[in-house]
């Protein structure tokens, strides 16, 4: 049985940061590519972030030098560390993973709240 856990969402104040955390089981999770979407209230779910098996990375415009995504393939783990946070970060973060037969993979997300 495939599981993405994502941990470490939260509430931080404008320009601060935060690390999100997607931990995968029932996966070879080295072949697999991992991902970060998000969905903001009222809005369509968004590419964030991608990682793939040899570690090549794509970024939305709107998060590129603020966010990095990194994966750890020992503990197969997800990493997504987000830096000068803003209001418009605010969402529902989701893990993804697609295998090289693009089956794809989600968890259930974590709650990211950037506010004063």
């Known amino acids: 049985q495939v599981q993405l856990v994502e941990s470490g969402g939260g509430l931080v104040q404008p320009g601060g940061s935060l690390r999100l955390s997607c931990a995968a089981s029932?996966?070879?999770?080295?072949?697999?590519?991992m991902g970060w979407y998000r969905q903001a209230p009222g809005k369509e779910r968004e590419l964030v972030t991608i990682?793939?098996?040899?570690?090549?990375?794509r970024y939305a415009e709107s998060v590129k030098g603020r966010f990095t995504i990194s994966r750890d393939n020992a503990k197969n783990t997800v990493y997504l560390q987000m830096n000068t946070l803003k209001s418009e970060d605010t969402a529902v973060y989701f893990c993804?993973?697609?295998?090289?037969?693009?089956?794809?993979?989600w968890g259930k997300g974590t709650l990211v709240t950037v506010s004063s």
């Open positions: 993804s993973a697609r295998s090289p037969w693009s089956a794809d993979y």
């Open positions: 029932g996966i070879a999770f080295g072949i697999y590519t």
């Open positions: 990682i793939t098996s040899t570690s090549t990375t």
